[in-house]
C-alpha cells in the first residue's frame, strides 16, 4: 500500500470529480472501484471524499446549475500540492496563465484555487491545511498518475517548468516522445503533444487510475453505462484504457509493468 501523510511542494496530491449528479456518480464509482463514500461538512456545495481501505483517495462535487447551463462538462480535475496557493496564482498570471476561480480558504482543510494554463488546460492549485490529499496513491484504485495533452506542448513545458520547478524530460515511447514530469527528482506525471486525432478535444489534465486488470474494468465500466474511448492498449510501461463515467467525465484506466508504490 502506498500511503502518504504529506506530499512535496510541487507534487500532484489530489483528483476530484465535477459530476452533473453527485449522487449517481458515487454509486458508479464506488462499485468500480470499491471505494466507500462520505459526505462532508461544508459552507458551500456538497462534496464527499471517497476512500478506500480506509484512506481518502479522491473527492466528488456537483456542478451548480450555471455550469450546466453553459455546457461545462463532468470532468476530473488534478491538484497540485503548493506551499502558498495565492502567491502561486499570482506567478500562474504573470507567466501568461489565468485564473478560473482565485484563491479561497476551504474551512480547515485547506487552501485552493483553479488556474488555466496559456493552452487553456485547467489545474488546480492545493495548499494544505488538515486535508494533505490522498491517503492512498500509486497503488491499484487509486489515482496513479497526471498527464497534461496540450497543444502547444514547448510552452506548456516553459510554463509548468517556471511556475512550479517541474524538470521536464524526453522519453521514447515507441512511435512518440513522452515528457515526463519530475519533482525533485520523483516521477510526477506527464505531457503529450495533441496532434489532428485530437481536432474537437480541449487541452486538459487526464487522470489515470491504478487497476489489477485493465481489460475487465474496460469491460465493466462499458456494462455498467460508461463508454471506451480508447480500447485496452499495450505501451511501453503498461497497459491502458481511456473511458468515459456514465457522464461522460474521461479518465483513464492504468496498470504498470512494475508494481506501484
Known sequence: MSERTEYAVGEFCWVDLMAHDMKEAQAWYCKLF???????????????????????????????AEMKQNGVPPMWNSYVN????????????????SVMFPTMQVMDAGTMCFIQDP??????????????????????????????????????????????????????MGEMKYTMIKNADRSNGGMIQMDAQWEGVPPHWMTY??????????????????????????????????????????FTLFKGNQAPG
Open 209 to 250: 487510475f491504478w487497476v489489477d486488470d485493465v481489460d475487465a474494468k474496460a469491460k465493466q465500466v462499458e456494462q455498467t453505462g460508461g463508454k471506451v474511448c480508447v480500447p485496452p492498449t499495450d505501451i511501453p510501461v503498461g497497459r491502458f484504457s481511456v473511458v468515459n463515467d456514465p457522464q461522460g467525465a474521461t
Open 82 to 97: 503548493v506551499a502558498d496557493c495565492a502567491a502561486t496564482e499570482a506567478k500562474a498570471k504573470a507567466l501568461g496563465g
Open 119 to 172: 493552452s487553456g488546460a485547467a489545474l488546480a492549485l492545493w495548499q494544505a491545511g488538515n486535508h494533505i490529499g490522498a491517503g492512498i496513491c500509486s497503488e491499484a484504485n487509486a489515482f496513479a498518475w497526471n498527464e497534461l495533452a496540450t497543444r502547444d506542448l514547448a510552452g506548456s513545458k516553459k510554463f509548468y517548468s517556471e511556475l512550479f520547478g517541474w524538470q521536464l524530460e524526453t522519453a521514447d
Open 34 to 64: 470499491g471505494w466507500d463514500a462520505s459526505q462532508q461538512e461544508t459552507d458551500g456545495p456538497a462534496y464527499a471524499i471517497f476512500t478506500y481501505k480506509g484512506k481518502a483517495v479522491a473527492g466528488l462535487g456537483e456542478a451548480n
